[in-house]
C-alpha cells in the first residue's frame, strides 16, 4: 500500500471526509440564504425609492400639467447616479427622460417590470438591466421610473463568489487538517507496528514510546508496554528453566554415555557388563524422577491440574504423610512427631499436597541431624502440625537440622536450585520448587523460618468460602 | 497368559511381545486402535496393554468401544502423559491399570500378573493363608505358626496386599498406590524402610523367610517350600 493510500484509509481522515461534507454543505447553505436576503433587501429599496418619485412625480403633474413633469424629469435625468426615467405620449412618443431604448411593449404594460435597457447618451451595445414601473397619468401620458439593478448583480455576484471561496476554503483547511491529524495518528501507530514487528522478529527488549500527552495512544503503549514486560519475564524464566534442564538433564546423559563407551571399550566380563547396565538403569530411573518433577512443577504452575480439586482433611494427609516416614526417621535416630488433632478441610489436589508434605517431610529427615540437640535440651525431633485459624489452614515442619541462611530461603524454592553444603547429598534441587508451585496451585504460600536452630517450613493455604463454615 | 499389546511404537512392541514371551506369555501386537479393538473382541486374551495415544482409535475409546460391548477383559494404559488427572481420566473410561511411560519391563510384567490373575482367580477372601502364615481380615489378626503378632494398622494393609498377592512379584509403586494410595514417587527407598520393618515382625525368629525381595522388581510373599 502505498503512503498515500494508507493515509486515505485511516479511520482519522475518513471521519474528517464525513465532516468536511456536512461543514461545506452548511457553509453553502448559509452563503445561499445570505445572498437571497441580499437579493431581496435591494429590491425593497428599489421598489420603495421608485414609489416615492412615483407618487412625486405624479402629484406634480397633476398640480402643474405635462410641461412642469417634463422639466422636473429633465432635471432629474441629468443628475449623475439618477433613476431611470421616461415620458411619453399617449402614443408612445417620448417627451422626456434619459432612457434611449427599452425592450419592447413595456410601456404598454402597466407596474412593476423588468427589463432590459439603454440610456440615451450611451452606445448601442451596452445594455443593462433595470426594475422599472410604468404608470398612466390623467390625460393618457406614460411614466416610467426604475432603477439599475447592476447594483443588485454586483451585490448578488460578491456574495455569491464569496460563498465559492469560503466553501473551498473549508474544503481545501478541512482535507489539510484531516491529512495532518491522520498523519500524527498514522505515525503513532506505524510507530507501534514497526516496534511490534522487531519484537515479533524476537527483540523481546523492545518497548512502545510514550510521549508523556497522556492521550488514548500513550494508554494503550503503556499498557501494552506492561503486557511485554511479562512476557518478556516469562520467556526469560523459560529460558532459565530450559538452561537449567539442559545442564541437569545432560550432565547425567554424559554421564550415562561415558559409562557405556568405557564398557564398550573396557569390560571383559559378564559381570563387568552387567554392573554397567545395571548403573545405567539406575542413572536412567533418576532422570525420569528429575523430568517427572519438572513436568509437574509445570503443570502445577499453569494451573493445569484444577479439574481434580476436592475436599480432604489435611489432617488425614498430615498422619498419613507421617506414617509413611516415621520408619526413615526412626533409622535416622530421629522422631518424627505428627500433631493433627484439629480437622481443616481443604479444597485441592490431595495427591499433590500430600507430595508437598512428603517432600518438605523427606527433606527434614535428609538435612537434621541425630545428635542434634533442641533449644529445651529435648531429644532433636521433627515436628509435623497442622494448623487452622480464620483466614488459612497450615502444615507445618519443623526439624533441627542445619536450616537455611536467610539470605538463601528466597533462592531455594527455585527450579535446581541446591545451598553448596547440600550438593553432596543425593536430590534435584526441585524438591521445594514443587513445594512452592504446589502452594501457589492452591492460592497459597511455602514460607521458610529460621526455628533456631533448624528449619521451619510452613505451607500456607488459604481457606475456601465452604471451609470456613466448617 | 494370553496378552495382546496394542502399541504404535514398532520397536517397543517388539521388545514387550519378546520379553514376555521370555517369562512364558503369549503376546500379539497391533498397531493401531482399530486392529487392536478388533483382535481384542475376538476375545481370548488374559490382560490388554493399551497405549493411550494410537493412530486410527484412540486408546481410550478403545476401551470404552470394548466395555460397551460387554467385553471385560483387563486393560492396563501405557501413557506417557503421567500427571494424575490423566490417571484418574485413564482409570475412569474404563482401564483397570495404569502405567506412565517410562516403565521398566519388571513393573509392567508384575502388574499384567495381578491383573490376570485379579479376572480369573478368586474373589476377596476373608482369610490369606501362605504356609504357617495366616492374616484374618475380619478379626484383623495375623498369626504365624503358634504365634499371635501384632502389626500397626498400615503394616497390616502392607501385609493383606503381600498376602492377597502371594506368589506374585509386587513392586514398590504398587505397594506405594494401593497401600497409601500414593501415586508420586516419594524419591527414596521409603517402601524398603516398611517392608523391613514387616519382616522383622513376621520372618524374624523364623527358620524359614516369607517376605522375599526379588532383585530389580519388588517384593513377593510366598511359601518358600513350594
Known amino acids: 500500500m502505498t503512503a498515500l493510500g494508507k493515509l486515505l484509509r485511516t479511520t482519522a481522515f475518513q471521519l474528517t471526509l464525513v465532516y468536511l461534507v456536512v461543514f461545506a454543505l452548511f457553509a453553502a447553505f448559509l452563503v445561499g440564504y445570505f445572498a437571497l436576503n441580499t437579493r431581496r433587501l435591494i429590491n425593497e429599496q428599489i421598489v420603495g425609492t421608485v414609489d416615492t418619485e412615483v407618487t412625486a412625480l405624479t402629484g406634480q403633474y397633476n398640480q402643474a400639467g405635462i410641461r412642469r413633469l417634463v422639466v422636473i424629469v429633465d432635471v432629474r435625468s441629468r443628475r449623475p447616479g439618477s433613476s431611470l426615467y421616461l415620458v411619453t405620449t399617449p402614443t408612445g412618443e417620448g417627451l422626456a427622460g434619459n432612457v434611449g431604448s427599452l425592450e419592447p411593449g413595456i410601456l404598454e404594460s402597466q407596474g412593476w417590470v423588468e427589463t432590459a435597457y439603454r440610456r440615451l447618451e450611451e452606445p448601442e451595445s451596452a445594455e443593462h438591466n433595470a426594475l422599472v414601473r410604468v404608470s398612466r397619468l390623467p390625460g393618457g401620458i406614460r411614466l416610467l421610473v426604475g432603477r439599475d439593478l447592476d447594483e443588485r448583480e454586483r451585490m448578488f455576484h460578491i456574495v455569491a463568489v464569496a460563498g465559492r471561496w469560503s466553501v473551498a476554503l473549508v474544503v481545501v483547511l478541512g482535507v489539510l487538517g484531516g491529512i495532518f491529524v491522520s498523519r500524527r495518528v498514522l505515525n503513532r501507530v506505524e510507530a507501534m507496528t514497526a516496534t511490534a514487528q522487531t519484537i515479533m522478529a524476537g527483540d523481546l527488549s523492545g518497548r512502545l514510546s510514550v510521549t508523556g500527552s497522556g492521550d488514548e495512544f500513550d494508554r494503550l503503549a503503556l499498557n501494552l508496554n506492561v503486557m511485554l514486560e511479562r512476557i518478556d519475564s516469562l520467556m526469560r524464566g523459560l529460558k532459565e528453566v530450559t538452561d537449567n534442564v539442559a545442564h541437569d538433564l545432560k550432565t547425567p546423559l554424559t554421564r550415562l554415555r561415558n559409562r557405556c563407551e568405557a564398557a564398550l571399550r573396557m569390560a571383559k566380563t559378564d559381570a563387568d557388563y552387567r554392573r554397567v547396565l545395571e548403573e545405567t538403569i539406575e542413572e536412567s530411573v533418576g532422570l525420569i524422577r528429575t523430568f517427572d518433577a519438572l513436568l509437574m512443577i509445570a503443570r502445577a504452575e499453569s494451573g493445569q491440574i484444577r479439574d481434580g480439586m476436592a475436599e480432604f482433611d489435611i489432617a488425614d494427609v498430615a498422619r498419613d504423610v507421617g506414617d509413611l516416614f516415621e520408619p526413615l526417621a526412626e533409622d535416622k535416630g530421629l522422631t518424627l512427631q505428627v500433631q493433627a488433632s484439629e480437622h481443616a478441610t481443604v479444597k485441592g489436589n490431595r495427591e499433590l499436597v500430600s507430595q508437598a508434605l512428603a517432600n518438605l517431610v523427606d527433606n527434614a529427615i535428609k538435612y537434621a541431624a541425630p545428635d542434634a540437640k533442641a533449644a529445651n535440651g529435648e531429644r532433636a525431633g521433627i515436628l509435623v502440625e497442622t494448623g487452622a485459624d480464620k483466614d488459612q489452614i497450615t502444615l507445618t515442619v519443623s526439624d533441627h537440622g542445619p536450616g537455611i541462611p536467610a539470605g538463601d530461603r528466597s533462592r531455594v524454592v527455585e527450579r535446581f536450585v541446591r545451598l553448596e553444603q547440600s550438593r553432596s547429598e543425593p536430590g534435584s534441587g526441585l524438591g521445594l520448587s514443587l513445594v512452592s508451585a504446589v502452594a501457589r496451585l492452591h492460592g497459597g504460600e511455602l514460607k521458610l523460618e529460621d526455628n533456631a536452630p533448624g528449619l521451619t517450613a510452613q505451607i500456607a493455604l488459604p481457606r475456601t468460602p465452604s471451609t470456613r463454615a466448617a | ?226
Do not use: C
Not at chain 2, 155 to 170: I, N, P, S, T
Open chain 2, 1 to 226: 497368559m494370553r496378552l495382546l499389546i496394542i502399541e504404535d511404537d514398532r520397536d517397543a512392541a517388539e521388545y514387550l511381545v519378546k520379553a514376555f514371551r521370555e517369562v512364558g506369555h503369549v503376546a500379539d501386537h497391533a498397531a493401531d486402535g482399530e486392529e487392536g479393538l478388533s483382535l481384542a473382541l475376538d476375545g481370548g486374551y488374559d490382560v490388554l496393554i493399551i497405549d493411550r495415544m494410537l493412530p486410527k482409535l484412540d486408546g481410550l475409546a478403545v476401551i470404552g468401544q470394548l466395555r460397551a460391548k460387554g467385553n471385560a477383559a483387563p486393560a492396563l494404559i501405557l501413557s506417557a502423559l503421567g500427571a494424575v488427572d490423566d490417571r484418574v481420566r485413564g482409570l475412569r473410561a474404563g482401564g483397570d491399570d495404569y502405567l506412565p511411560k517410562p516403565y521398566s519391563f519388571s513393573e509392567l510384567l508384575a502388574r499384567v500378573e495381578v491383573l490376570a490373575r485379579r479376572h480369573t482367580g478368586r474373589g476377596e477372601e476373608t482369610q490369606y493363608r501362605v504356609a504357617d502364615l495366616e492374616l484374618d481380615r475380619l478379626s484383623h489378626r495375623v498369626v504365624r505358626g503358634s504365634e499371635e503378632i501384632s502389626l500397626q494398622p498400615r503394616e497390616f494393609r502392607l501385609l493383606e496386599y503381600l498376602m492377597k498377592h502371594a506368589g506374585q512379584v509386587v513392586t514398590r509403586t504398587m505397594l506405594l498406590e494401593n497401600v497409601w494410595d500414593y501415586h508420586f514417587d516419594p524419591q527414596t527407598n521409603i517402601i524398603d524402610v516398611h517392608i523391613s520393618r514387616l519382616r522383622s515382625k513376621i520372618d524374624k525368629g523364623f527358620a524359614q523367610p516369607l517376605l522375599h525381595t526379588v532383585r530389580g522388581a519388588g517384593y513377593m510373599i510366598r511359601d518358600g517350600a513350594r
